[in-house]
């Protein structure tokens, strides 16, 4: 067995896993002082403050299964004892020769990058004169050809490891060994900007499988809006990263019926409140409305198309207060306001408001174990089980500290308990604090 270090060996690291991503998983346990990314071989090192956080993550990881994006990740400690020499910019490409083509790979790719975005980000540094636009294993990529050497120089020095967008979109630039682009067609996936003349192609098939594929409701198109001089993405592009870049199966994407009804509900235990408990996890809630004449249903209305699907995929035959829920798409295209109506389009606790992408990653079935956020940071684990054991046994908690804030993975017996503490428990209070809870795909702790 490899002796400790502080130097973390981590495999199957997918070309949608960012630096940032590897910083996240390993931060709860001390400070991330470098990490490498070996690109090539799916795999990166990483290097803890001391030895000792390293052996505190390895311990953790070998019972908790570590998974970034859903992928699974596979930890050892590095024959390495320390990083000196490599870095993420030079590792691997000592010998490459400065070039007027850049080679450009996208990593942690959560909104689609086109022609235009790549032409806004790299002109800034000189004259691009071509771009070529394509699909490999590696993840989406582009040529860029410079008029000037010295731009494309610039560029790379300038741009690489850079994101985007806030938090994805990583580049990871290289000097590519061609001479000249050719470029036949201006299009989405090409464009000679020094022939405007060069025809358009029939349009066929997206060069970025699994974001134009979902159906004509989600065909992805920029805003209007622009930020930071990129364009503002919509919803689905989000929506399509989320979930690996394609959808989960047995959702169409296409559907856009917005409200779902709820049946077999147990009329004693539940109201409106404890359904967008539930029902917020899957998307934004613009109202809810219990039925008076049957007291077993419920409509929710959600924010879109998607959401609606996502809530009737995942929760359909859920376990609640003894019922097993029934659910489906209703007839009615919204939910008309009045007194029985409960109004939830402006609730600040909505959790798809902000974080869109991140949220839909982590839209799942009811599990066993829920996952703790917005904790006061002097919270203990004996608090978290007080707070909760009233909704079932709890086999196991792990109280942890992420980006300087406390979170929790509690671990109850089966997942009705832990759909219960969701409905009952999820924006209570608990030591001054107004706590989120949602599902953890995490199955031990």
């Not at 803890?48 to 953790?60: C, E, G, H, R």
């Not at 060069?207 to 209007?224: E, K, N």
């Not at 856009?256 to 077999?264: A, E, F, G, L, Y």
């Not at 209703?330 to 991140?358: M, V």
């Amino acid at each position: 067995m490899t002796e400790p270090s502080k130097v973390i060996h981590v495999r199957n690291v997918g070309h949608e896993i960012s630096e940032n991503d590897l910083h996240q998983l390993f931060q709860q346990f001390g400070v991330v002082t470098k990490v490498v990314m070996l690109r090539a071989k799916n795999q990166a090192l990483l290097q803890m403050q001391d030895i000792p956080s390293a052996v505190n993550a390895l311990q953790f990881y070998t019972n908790v299964q570590p998974s970034i994006r859903g992928r699974n990740v596979y930890v050892q400690f590095s024959s390495y004892q320390e990083l000196t020499t490599m870095d993420q910019n030079s590792q691997g490409r000592g010998d490459e020769e400065p070039n007027r083509i850049l080679l450009v790979t996208i990593h942690h790719m959560l909104y689609p990058i086109t022609v235009e975005v790549l032409h806004q980000v790299f002109s800034p540094h000189g004259f691009v004169e071509k771009i070529v636009t394509f699909q490999k294993s590696a993840g989406f990529q582009a040529l860029l050809q410079y008029q000037l050497r010295e731009s494309a120089i610039l560029a790379r020095n300038s741009l690489q490891g850079r994101n985007i967008y806030d938090g994805c979109c990583q580049l990871d630039i290289q000097f590519s060994n061609l001479d000249e682009l050719q470029v036949n067609y201006n299009n989405e996936r090409s464009r000679d900007f020094t022939n405007p003349s060069l025809p358009s192609e029939q349009k066929g098939r997206s060069s970025q499988p699994g974001y134009g594929d979902a159906g004509s409701v989600y065909a992805l198109q920029a805003s209007g809006g622009r930020t930071v001089g990129f364009p503002q993405i919509g919803n689905a592009a989000a929506i399509a990263a989320a979930f690996g870049g394609g959808l989960p199966p047995g959702i169409s994407g296409t559907n856009d019926r917005c409200t779902v009804i709820v049946s077999n509900l147990n009329p004693d235990r539940i109201d409106e409140d404890k359904l967008f408990n539930l029902f917020s996890i899957y998307g934004n809630i613009v109202r809810i409305k219990l039925l008076r004449n049957k007291p077993d249903h419920a409509l929710v209305q959600m924010g879109d198309g998607f959401q609606a699907e996502l809530a009737v995929h995942f929760l359909k035959g859920a376990m609640l207060f003894g019922k097993q829920l029934e659910v489906n798409f209703s007839k009615h295209p919204n939910i008309t306001t009045g007194a029985d109506t409960h109004e939830y389009l402006n609730s600040n606790l909505n959790r798809f408001n902000r974080n869109a992408a991140k949220n839909y990653r982590y839209c799942c079935s009811p599990t066993k174990m829920v996952h703790l956020s917005s904790l006061p940071q002097d919270v203990t684990e004996e608090e978290i089980v007080a707070h909760l054991e009233e909704h079932g046994p709890i086999v196991n908690t792990k109280l942890f500290e992420m980006n300087g804030k406390k979170q929790a993975l509690v671990l109850f017996e089966n997942e009705e308990q832990a759909t219960e503490a969701i409905v009952c428990k999820h924006a209570s209070t608990l030591g001054g604090s107004v706590i989120r809870i949602s599902f953890s795909q995490l199955q031990t702790i």
